[in-house]
């Protein structure tokens, strides 16, 4: 039962991803929420269905040189470079933190190397009850190396599969679009043994200031995320669906792209997402997931839907 400030409707937006239950299908993107401190001041983070905090490596990572985000047209393009503080720090000083809000953690992760799995492995399995999931990222544009997991079929089943074989949570794999066949690799992470597959990272873009001659980004390329890529983040969803269905693989797909309203959710569902993370939207909309949240069951509702559930692969073409 969902309270709404009019009315009491009846309406199910719980979402079961394999063994991971959330309370609804509203999660917010790694890299966008921070490590979601100053976010508790905007509103009651136990509204999410689950927080992905910032990647996380091994080692502490400075990330790439200043200007590393500028904005373009609908899209955000940044090169962050993965700056964070390490594992070890994540987990002593971050987690603690995270857990207090009361939402689900998802916590991603980045390797370079399969022996880096096996570190995560165990320190992980450490504070296993504190963790919901695990995102394994094999995306990211903005390091070297970043989406090498992410762009070949046989990599990244290996990577997944080394990473299965150390931890019994849930397991997600973030796609990177920046391939040509984006539905081959989720195959592969799917035969790695992955619980679940999200799409997409950031799409490789580039930004140019022609008066000076200069990229506006101190890394040259960096990722575009927003509005701009909705319809690629859609496309990948949906051919990730069905090269799924026609393999009989039947993990969940998690959308992300450019999702800034429920309707955009919406649109997701249709084309076989379970459930989405909301990204760049929680820059210039700090309560965008909480609104789509609350919009949510009343969407559902005005369109004779009792379940959000249903929507999932129902698009007709
Ligand atoms: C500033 C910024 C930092 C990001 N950092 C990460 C990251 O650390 N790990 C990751 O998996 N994705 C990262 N992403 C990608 C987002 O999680 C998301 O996949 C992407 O932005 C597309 O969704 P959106 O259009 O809703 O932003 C980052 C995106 C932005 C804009």
Redesign the pocket.
């Known amino acids: 039962m969902i309270k709404n400030s009019a009315f009491f409707i009846s309406m199910n937006l719980k979402i079961q991803l394999g063994k991971l239950t959330l309370q609804n299908p509203v999660m917010v993107?790694?890299?966008?929420f921070g490590y979601a401190r100053e976010m508790a001041a905007v509103f009651d983070l136990s509204r999410l269905g689950a927080m992905?905090p910032?990647?996380v490596t091994i080692t502490p990572r400075e990330g790439n040189q200043t200007p590393r985000?500028v904005e373009t047209t609908a899209?955000?393009l940044?090169a962050?470079g993965?700056d964070?503080d390490g594992i070890d720090r994540f987990l002593t000083e971050k987690l603690p933190d995270l857990k207090k809000y009361g939402s689900p953690i998802i916590v991603?992760v980045?390797v370079k190397s399969p022996e880096e799995c096996d570190l995560f492995g165990e320190k992980l399995r450490k504070k296993a009850s504190e963790i919901a999931a695990v995102?394994l990222?094999v995306?990211?544009p903005n390091v070297s190396g970043g989406t090498d997991f992410g762009t070949d079929p046989m990599l990244c089943e290996e990577i997944v599969r080394r990473m299965r074989s150390v931890t019994e949570h849930f397991l997600m794999v973030?796609l990177t679009p920046n391939v040509t066949k984006i539905a081959e690799i989720a195959m592969a992470a799917a035969r790695g043994g992955a619980d679940a597959v999200?799409a997409?990272?950031?799409c490789l873009g580039m930004s140019v200031d022609w008066r000076n001659r200069e990229p506006r980004l101190a890394n040259v390329v960096g990722?575009l995320?927003?509005?701009a890529?909705?319809p690629i983040?859609l496309r990948c969803v949906h051919q990730i669906y069905q090269e799924f269905r026609k393999n009989g693989v039947n993990i969940p797909i998690v959308g992300?792209?450019?999702?800034?309203s429920a309707e955009d959710l919406l649109e997701f569902l249709v084309v076989g997402a379970s459930a989405v993370?909301?990204?760049?939207?929680n820059?210039y909309n700090p309560t965008a997931a909480l609104q789509i949240i609350e919009r949510l069951p009343q969407i559902l509702e005005e369109n004779g839907i009792d379940d959000v559930n249903e929507l999932t692969g129902t698009l007709k073409y």
Not at 29 to 32: E, I, P
Not at 277 to 281: R, V
């Open positions: 993107a790694s890299g966008t992905i910032k990647t985000a899209g955000l940044n962050i993965l964070n991603s980045a995102e990222n995306s990211c973030k999200s997409i990272n950031t990722g995320s927003g509005p890529i909705k983040a992300i792209g450019g999702i800034a993370q909301i990204g760049t939207a820059f």
